[in-house]
């Protein structure tokens, strides 16, 4: 088993920053208009905290494997999802990278099934390197276990 | 080939009335504008727009063909712009007829074929006669088969599986209603009258009005569904043809449709609480997602009503599962169940408690008598849940009010999903999913609430039978 890339949480961090930040600007608006008191504000940094601990949690819980004839994942805070995709199923993989992701030289690999729950298998957060590497192994295995109709 | 001439102006005067909606609508034509030289413009407008529209439908109706070649449908179109499409006959996932009350009079229909991934019908043919609409389905099952080059030699008979009586279209009307909400509703009345004002007041009067008006919004919306179920059942067949199902059925708008069986996906048998009573059910058949604008939900039912057995065996014939024994999950999911509702009936308290003190007297202790119907909600709950794995077939079984027995080949499986919330998790619980490439019916394959440890093996155990399913369908 193997977890992501540890450069991920930034990139989840800054996302939770975005949030808390968009949050704080509206009870910023509140208390100047004096609707709310000025302690309000560390409201902010309860949920800048707990969504740092929400990451790293969904940071350490994060795993994969590429097994012998499927693609397993397992990952989740609130709720652990482990997942077996058969190489079989795989139609097609995708590697994405936002701006964010690229600045860091991260990546993200989607494996698409027919199916209509795990349509977009994603991991996140691989070095570009492992990106591609999960990509063409996936790709591999997928057309060697193709010869039977993927639905 | 062309379409139906009486599509010309059957299209013409759907233009025309499109308009004519248009125009009122937007409130041009107000009673004062009526005097003679109105009306006498107005209808000579009115002329030269059907004209117009006609000329134009006829120009529409000139330049589209349509062609079966070797192994494609070919459309083409377009007045100003040539447009032509190809649909290989491989890709045509179903064919169906469509005719409304008007073109039922006309004798035309309105074919459509549906390809999979698309999130729309492909293509439609607006309209051809109705003897043709048969013919292009037929037509394109042959070029179809020609395709799979499947031998021709087996027999063209075509089965007649299932006709719905009318003694059990009516039992079908009336039962197949969803009875969770209807309870729902009637009991939020029920709860409200006693709470709000009954025992406020201590007098019966308004607690009888409400229990009556629920009764009769009960009632209604009973009545409403089950007409409806009956336009839309109406003279219900289902053929089998080599290897598609074919189905037919409605009062207003007769539809037709085949499923492939090979596309298949699984199959579900539906019993709602009233249907269990009388010991009937709906058996439903899912296809590899089909388009989002054909009606999913009743495109799926192959029978839909049947005593259980029969329904059963009907199964058994499509999908040869053995007859199940589906076995319990932990009696520790009882108590979990018992849990959430208490804490329901926790909040309603408070709730309750909040109103008692600072607005009004309310009784609300009396939603204490709500534990011992969550204790049998919850043992309700419990034992019609369960799974069995067998050698083919996945078989699970979920829900009181609309009990759902999902039964699925391993060989459509496309993801095996286990979860457990946080809240499972202390009570050692897990959710086993079988993810397939349908998309209601199978969705709903899943054994919830069984031993943590025993759905770690469940998984590894249905993997393996799913690797062994493959094997076997490629040695076929």
């Keep these: 088993m193997r977890g992501l890339e540890r450069k991920v949480i930034f990139v989840w961090l800054l996302q939770v920053t975005f949030l808390v930040s968009l949050i704080t600007a509206g009870l910023l608006f509140a208390v100047l208009l004096d609707l709310l008191p000025v302690s309000v504000l560390a409201l902010s940094v309860v949920f800048e905290g707990l969504g740092a601990v929400y990451m790293l949690l969904r940071f350490r819980n994060w795993s994969f494997e590429l097994r012998d004839d499927h693609l397993f994942l397992d990952h989740g805070v609130l709720k652990r999802t482990r997942s077996m995709v058969p190489y079989v199923r795989v139609q097609h ?25 795990g349509a977009d298998v994603t991991i996140p957060g691989l070095s570009r390197s492992d990106a591609s590497d999960v990509q063409e192994k996936l790709r591999d295995l997928a057309i060697e276990s193709e010869d039977m109709d993927a639905v | 080939m062309k379409l139906s001439k009486v599509s010309i102006p059957y299209r013409a005067l759907k233009d025309i009335g499109t308009l004519l909606a248009l125009v009122v609508f937007s409130g041009n034509l107000s009673f004062r504008t009526l005097d003679f030289r109105f009306i006498f413009f107005a209808s000579l407008v009115f002329g030269g727009v059907v004209s117009v529209s006609l ?45 409304n009350i008007v073109q039922r009079v006309l004798g035309i229909a309105k074919v459509g074929f549906e390809t999979a991934g698309g999130s729309t019908t492909e293509a439609s043919l607006k309209y051809v006669e109705k003897e043709q609409a048969q013919s292009i389905q037929d037509k394109v099952r042959k ?14 008979e075509r089965e007649k599986l299932f006709e719905l009586s009318s003694s059990d279209l009516l039992a079908y009307s009336l039962l197949s209603v969803n009875t969770k909400s209807m309870i729902m509703a009637f009991t939020a009345f029920g709860i409200f009258g006693s709470l709000g004002i009954g025992i406020g007041q201590s007098s019966l009067a308004p607690v009888l009005v409400l229990t009556f008006l629920g009764l009769s919004a009960v009632l209604a919306l009973w009545i409403f569904n089950a007409a409806s179920n009956f336009i839309q059942y109406y003279d219900f067949r289902l053929w089998r043809e080599r290897d598609t199902l074919e189905f037919e059925r409605g009062l207003l708008n007769r539809s037709e449709g085949s499923i492939p069986v090979e596309k298949v996906q699984g199959i579900s048998i539906e019993e709602n609480f009233l249907k269990r009573q009388l010991g009937y059910a709906t058996l439903k058949v899912e296809t590899a997602s089909l388009s989002e604008q054909q009606e999913l939900k009743s495109n799926m039912v192959a029978v839909p009503l049947a005593k259980y057995g029969t329904v059963i065996s009907f199964a058994r014939d499509l999908e040869n599962f053995q007859a199940f024994d589906i076995g319990s999950i932990p009696s520790r999911a009882r108590r979990r169940y018992l849990g959430r509702y208490s804490i329901g009936i926790g909040l309603l308290l408070l709730g309750g408690f909040a109103v008692d003190r600072f607005v009004t007297e309310v009784g609300y202790l009396s939603l204490l008598a709500l534990i011992p119907v969550a204790a049998v909600g919850a043992h309700l709950k419990w034992i019609n849940r369960g799974f069995e794995a067998q050698e083919d077939y996945f078989i699970s079984m979920n829900g009181f009010w609309t009990r759902k027995t999902s039964v699925t080949p391993y060989y459509r499986v496309q993801n095996l999903i286990q979860t457990e919330t946080v809240l499972q998790r202390r009570w050692d619980l897990s959710t086993l999913t079988l993810d397939t490439a349908g998309n209601l019916v ?21 993997f393996e039978k799913f690797k062994e399913s493959l094997k076997d369908s490629k040695k076929a």
């Design chain 2, 55 to 99: 000329i134009w439908e006829y120009i529409v109706w000139r330049r589209y063909d349509y062609f079966f070649e070797e192994d494609s449908l070919r459309i083409t179109h377009g007045v100003f712009r040539r447009d032509e499409r190809e649909i290989p006959y491989r890709r045509i996932q179903n064919v169906d007829i469509r005719k």
């Design chain 1, 93 to 117: 993989i995708d590697t994405q990278r936002g701006p964010v992701y690229r600045l860091l030289g991260l990546s993200k690999v989607v494996v698409y099934t027919a199916g209509s729950k």
């Design chain 2, 442 to 462: 199978t969705s709903d394959s899943r054994a919830v609430d069984l031993d943590l440890g025993e759905a770690v093996e469940l998984r590894e155990e249905v």
């Design chain 2, 143 to 156: 070029f179809k088969r020609k395709e799979t080059e499947e031998d021709e030699k087996e027999g063209t």
